[in-house]
T-cell receptor
């Protein structure tokens, strides 16, 4: 079954600290893996997109990694800010379809 | 910056009523999507639309659902006879390419509450 699992479910960190969020997927074959940020009650906003041949992709303070062999990805956030408080969702696109398969997300809270 | 806009932001309806959710995709985008998110659950794919026809749909998208692009700008999702379990946030998205290649831009969502 095509699934995307994320850990931890929730995370609390202090402003200025770094954190790493994990994603494991069983989607096969896949086209790309995305990380989205979703504020409560808002639409998801794209952070990174990686194809299966890419190992890492950065977008400002966000760096995503992908290991297609172990079917794992991570999102590293450096120097966290209060505005980083949101859910971070790992999304995998099933190959040759329009279907994005979403994970349940990691809820990150950044406190001052 | 161009964005996907959705209306209404929140709609409350009685079970059995018809609901139309509206979306204005980004103007130069060609691929359109509807997703839904039941409270506390994952975002789920409903349907994709390209060249004035459905290109793919999920098992959730049954005969009660339909999509339409009635003019050059709007993209609508219709639920013919709403059920309690249709209560969710519905997100419209658009892109220049397919999900294989294109970045999807999501709207802010329309929250549907079925009583």
């Amino acid at each position: 079954k095509n699934q995307v699992e994320q850990s931890p479910q929730s995370l609390i960190i202090l402003e200025g600290k770094n954190c790493t969020l994990q994603c494991n997927y069983t989607v096969s074959p896949f086209s790309n893996l995305r990380w989205y940020k979703q504020d409560t009650g808002r639409g998801p906003v794209s952070l990174t997109i990686m194809t299966f041949s890419e190992n890492t992709k950065s977008n400002g303070r966000y760096t995503a990694t992908l290991d297609a062999d172990t079917k794992q990805s991570s999102l590293h956030i450096t120097a966290s800010q209060l505005s980083d408080s949101a859910s971070y969702i790992c999304v995998v696109t099933l190959y040759n379809t329009d279907k994005l398969i979403f994970g349940t997300g990691t809820r990150l809270q950044v406190f001052p | 910056e161009p964005e996907v806009t959705q209306t209404p932001s929140h709609q409350v309806t009685q079970m059995g009523q018809e609901v139309i959710l509206r979306c204005v995709p980004i103007s130069n985008h060609l691929y359109f999507y509807w997703y839904r998110q039941i409270l506390g659950q994952k975002v789920e794919f409903l349907v994709s639309f390209y060249n004035n026809e459905i290109s793919e749909k999920s098992e959730i998208f049954d005969d009660q659902f339909s999509v339409e692009r009635p003019d050059g700008s709007n993209f609508t999702l219709k639920i013919r006879s709403t059920k309690l379990e249709d209560s969710a946030m519905y997100f419209c998205a658009s892109s220049t390419g397919t999900s294989d290649t294109g970045e999807l831009f999501f709207g802010e969502g329309s929250r549907l509450t079925v009583l």
